[in-house]
C-alpha cells in the first residue's frame, strides 16, 4: 500500500479508493476545506468571521485551518460555557491554548449570564417540573440562540461551525424521519437566504467524515477532551449514527450521497419553501410562531418575553 507520492500509505480512503501517507492525509484534509471554501464562496472578503470554538476536534480543526490563511477582515473565536461542572472546564481550557497558540481573540458566553441559569440548573429545574428535557437537543438550541446573540453583539458577518460530514448525514436522516422538509432543505452549507436579526452560518468541515477530523487532530497534535459530558443521553441522533456507520462500513460512499442528494432537492426547492418568520414572544428568526428557545424556557417558566 502505497501513496501517490511514493511513501507508504498508512490510510485507505475507502469512498474514493485513495491510499495516503501520512504527509498528504493532512494535506488533502487542509486542501478540501480550502476547496469548498472558495467553491460554496462562504467569505468575503470584509467578513468578520466567528468561530464557534467548543474545544472538540472539530472546531480546533476549523480554526487552525483557517487561520492558516487570510479569511475575511478578522477571525476570532467564541466559546460558550453551558456550565456542566467537570467537564465544560476542559473544553474551555483547550480551547484557551490553541487561540493563545494560534494569537487569536477569543470571548467566552455563558448560560448563566444569558439565560439567567446554568446547564445543570436547568436541568435541576425540568427535574423539579418532572419536564423530561432530552440532552443535547435541548442544550443544542440553546446553544445555537447564545452564538448568535454573541455574534450580534460582537459584529460578526459569520459564523463558521465545526459540523462535519457525519453530523450533517445524521441530520439529514433525523429530518426525514419527522418528515420535516422544510428544515431538511435548509440544512446546507450555507443559509439559503439571509435574514435580519440572524448572523448567517457556514459548515466548511461539511464534506468531510468524522473519522478524517478525528484522525487530522491526532496527527496535528491537538488536545483532545476526556471527559464525557453527564447530560450525554441516548437520543435518536446515537441510533442513527450507528445505522449510518454500519450502512457506511457496506457501501462506502453513502454519506456522500445523502448530502448531495439534499443539496440538489436544495436548489430544486429552495423557492418554494423559505418562507421567513419571526418568533412572537423575542422576534428572532424563527421557522415557527414561536422560536424553539422560547418554547423550551416557556416549558421551565423562565420566559422572560
Ligand atoms: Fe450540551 Fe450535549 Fe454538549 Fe452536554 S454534550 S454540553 S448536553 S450538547
Ligand atoms: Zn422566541
Known amino acids: 500500500m502505497y501513496c501517490k507520492c511514493g511513501k507508504e500509505g498508512f490510510y485507505l480512503r475507502r469512498h474514493s479508493g485513495e491510499i495516503l501517507c501520512k504527509k498528504c492525509f493532512i494535506r488533502s484534509i487542509e486542501k478540501t476545506i480550502h476547496k469548498t471554501i472558495k467553491r460554496e464562496k462562504l467569505f468575503e472578503p470584509n467578513d468578520k468571521i466567528m468561530i464557534a470554538l467548543s474545544g472538540g ?16 477582515s478578522e477571525i476570532f473565536a467564541v466559546t460558550i460555557d453551558e456550565g456542566v461542572s467537570g467537564y465544560r472546564e476542559e473544553g474551555i481550557s483547550i480551547a484557551k491554548k490553541m487561540v493563545e497558540k494560534l494569537g487569536i481573540k477569543h470571548y467566552i458566553f455563558t448560560f448563566k449570564e444569558f439565560y ?19 440532552g443535547c437537543t435541548f442544550c443544542g438550541i440553546l446553544r445555537r440562540r447564545l452564538l448568535n446573540e454573541a455574534a450580534l ?8 461551525t465545526g459540523h462535519n460530514l457525519d453530523d450533517e448525514a445524521q441530520t439529514v436522516f433525523i429530518n426525514l424521519i419527522r418528515g420535516d422538509v422544510s428544515r431538511l432543505i435548509r440544512l446546507g452549507i450555507k443559509p439559503l437566504k439571509y435574514r435580519e436579526g440572524f448572523i448567517p452560518r457556514v459548515k466548511p468541515l461539511r464534506y468531510i467524515p468524522e473519522k ?9 497534535g491537538f488536545p483532545l477532551y476526556e471527559r464525557e459530558c453527564p447530560y450525554v443521553r441516548a437520543s435518536l441522533r446515537d441510533e442513527i449514527r450507528d445505522i449510518l456507520n454500519q450502512i457506511e462500513n457496506r457501501h462506502p460512499g453513502t454519506k456522500f450521497a445523502m448530502i448531495r442528494t439534499v443539496d440538489k432537492l436544495t436548489q430544486l426547492l429552495k423557492d418554494k419553501i423559505c418562507e421567513i418568520k419571526y418568533c412572537i414572544k423575542c422576534g428572532s428568526p424563527s421557522g415557527k410562531d414561536i422560536c424553539r428557545t422560547c418554547q423550551i424556557l416557556s416549558m421551565l417558566g423562565i420566559c422572560k418575553n
Do not use: H, N, P
Open 57 to 72: 476536534k472539530d472546531s480546533l480543526t476549523l480554526l487552525y485551518v483557517l487561520s492558516k490563511r487570510k479569511y475575511g
Open 116 to 134: 439567567g441559569y446554568s446547564l445543570e440548573e436547568l436541568y435541576e429545574l425540568a427535574f423539579s417540573k418532572k419536564i423530561g428535557l432530552l
Open 153 to 160: 453583539k460582537l459584529g460578526a458577518t459569520k459564523v463558521a
Open 212 to 220: 478524517e477530523i478525528a484522525i487530522y487532530a491526532y496527527l496535528m
